[in-house]
């Protein structure tokens, strides 16, 4: 199994920055491309950005690109995402995933976190 613990949520206000960090464990875990998701109240999940185990390949959904950027360093099993510029609509809580492939796609992950909240207010 894979563990998945997210942290660095918060409340800030628009415009501001915050970063968040998903650190992996587990005896199954390996060459795993890792992801960011959110979901905002009352809304479906949706994906954020995702980067492949090299880290040489990032994938980000049109809302967020220019502002967030998703990095990794595999000597500690962390990825990060850096928010910069926050908007209300990027409130949510925040989930990092990970896939049983290198490739940064934005769906088919297999292990979830619990997720970490964002709320950003005007």
């Known amino acids: 199994q894979v563990q998945l613990a997210e942290s660095g949520g918060g409340s800030v206000q628009v415009g501001g920055s915050l970063r968040l960090s998903c650190t992996a464990s587990g005896r199954a875990w390996g060459r795993y491309a890792m992801g960011w998701f959110r979901r905002a109240p009352g809304k479906e999940r949706e994906f954020v950005a995702a980067i492949s185990w090299s880290g040489r390949t990032t994938n980000y959904a049109d809302s967020v690109k220019g502002r967030f950027t998703i990095s990794r360093d595999n000597r500690k099993n962390t990825v990060y995402l850096q928010m910069n510029s926050l908007k209300p609509e990027d409130s949510g809580v925040y989930h990092c995933?990970?896939?049983?492939?290198?490739?940064?796609?934005?769906?088919?992950?297999?292990?979830w976190g619990q997720g970490t909240q964002v709320t950003v207010s005007s």
């Open positions: 995933a990970a896939r049983r492939s290198e490739y940064a796609t934005t769906d088919g992950y297999d292990y």
